[in-house]
């Protein structure tokens, strides 16, 4: 049971922080952010914001007022998701605390890890209304183009639990 309840936990985490990492990477294109390659383990912390929104705006063909929307809307979204996002970290951070204290009841480790769901939560929803608010920019096509971003996404996320589901070599 304890290790379903971790690794729901941790499939929670992964998608939130893959979604949260490209909603920042869409948010600004000028500060430097970490995008959701690294964290599924890729090319570190070279990439910037920029560079994926301009490789969102090749790939679906924005025009230019599609871009300039898209920009208001992501700042706007970054500045709503700020607070959810703060909220987040530090509900993980006393999770984190609590389990290094080396002191805490299980019962103690289970509230703070549902205030951290709660908080997952939270701010997938504001996700979510930001993905609708910004598919509502695009054209028929370039929807079409996005979910087959999206897809591939997918895909690879799926390539990688089934890689770390995998029964370890030599066993």
Not at 16 to 38: K, V
Not at 134 to 142: E, G, I, R
């Amino acid at each position: 049971m304890r290790r379903i309840v971790r690794s729901s936990l941790l499939i929670a985490c992964l998608f939130s922080t893959m979604a949260l990492g490209s909603q920042l990477a869409l948010a600004d294109d000028a500060a430097p952010a970490p995008g959701p390659e690294q964290f599924q383990g890729g090319h570190g912390g070279h990439h910037r914001r920029g560079h994926f929104f301009k490789r969102m705006i090749k790939e679906l063909g924005l025009s230019d007022q599609q871009k300039t929307q898209a920009k208001a809307l992501f700042k706007s979204s970054r500045e709503a998701n700020k607070p959810l996002f703060v909220n987040l970290i530090t509900a993980k951070h006393k999770l984190e605390t609590l389990v290094a204290s080396g002191t805490a009841d299980p019962a103690a480790v289970q509230t703070q890890a549902a205030a951290v769901v709660t908080a997952e939560t939270s701010l997938a929803v504001q996700r979510a209304q930001n993905t609708k608010q910004f598919l509502a920019l695009l054209t028929p096509d370039q929807v079409t183009k996005y979910n087959a971003i999206q897809a591939k996404r997918e895909a690879r996320f799926q390539a990688f639990v089934s890689r770390m589901s995998a029964p370890p070599q030599g066993e």
